[in-house]
């Protein structure tokens, strides 16, 4: 159980345009989902993090108007890079909370962005 | 402020054993975490801590120290699989987790 869906897994773009991400629970429902950017041999960076319903808490010097969060439903969170640009190449990866319990969070298995 | 440390890289010998230390400081405290993450790949969980001691899970076992703001990962049995990072993450009073740099973990045979 507690399965997190990412889709795509990579994915390549130009300059310019904006990529979505979706992240998905597949068996629990999802209250709370984080979204996490990684560089190359550097830890977990968080994001923001996503409530259902309601809009999303973003961390310091992420902006908030280029990394637009939607959190529809208890299964579904979207991320879309918005302009992206080549600084914006990373490992994006989200994890969600279930409902019933506060502690452990589960990941998905990540999305590989490449902006030219 | 907020911290956890951990050791940036650590070398081992195939079979034996290995002790990945971390020390954490965190506005309250609600559980320390440890995950595995390959190269290029999502972390995957390995154990959480919320009490003092002990959890043993087969070749892995995690110790919590709340007085110290301490807990270790051991590994057993060492085998070439187990090359990756360890990430060490603390949960605030808030329920988010502070992470840790990650232990890269280099076995050799």
């Known amino acids: 159980g507690a399965v997190v869906s990412q889709h795509p897994s990579w994915v390549i773009c130009k300059s310019g345009t904006s990529v979505k991400i979706e992240c998905r629970s597949l068996d629990f429902q999802a209250t709370t989902m984080f979204w996490y950017r990684q560089f190359p041999k550097q830890s977990l960076m968080l994001m923001a993090t996503s409530n259902e319903g309601s809009k999303a808490t973003y961390e310091q010097g992420v902006e908030k108007d280029k990394f637009l969060i939607n959190h529809a439903s208890l299964t579904l969170s979207t991320l879309t890079v918005t302009s992206a640009h080549p600084e914006d190449s990373s490992f994006y990866i989200c994890?969600?909370?279930?409902?019933?319990?506060?502690?452990?969070?589960?990941f998905g298995p990540g999305t590989r962005l490449t902006v030219l | 402020g907020q911290n956890i440390d951990q050791p940036t890289e650590m070398t081992a010998t195939e079979g034996a054993i290995v002790q990945i230390n971390c020390t954490y400081q965190?506005?309250?405290?609600?559980?320390l975490f440890w995950y595995q993450q390959h190269a290029g790949e999502a972390p995957t969980f390995l154990s959480y801590n919320v009490l003092d001691g002990l959890e043993e899970k087969g070749r892995f076992s995690s110790f919590l120290s709340r007085s110290k703001g301490y807990s270790y990962l051991l590994l057993k049995e060492l085998q070439m699989k187990d090359s990756a990072s360890y990430l060490c993450a603390a949960m605030d009073s808030n329920y988010q987790l502070i992470w840790g740099a990650g232990t890269k973990l280099i076995i050799k045979p």
């Open positions: 965190t506005s309250g405290f609600n559980g």
């Open positions: 994890s969600a909370r279930d409902l019933g319990d506060r502690a452990e969070q589960f």
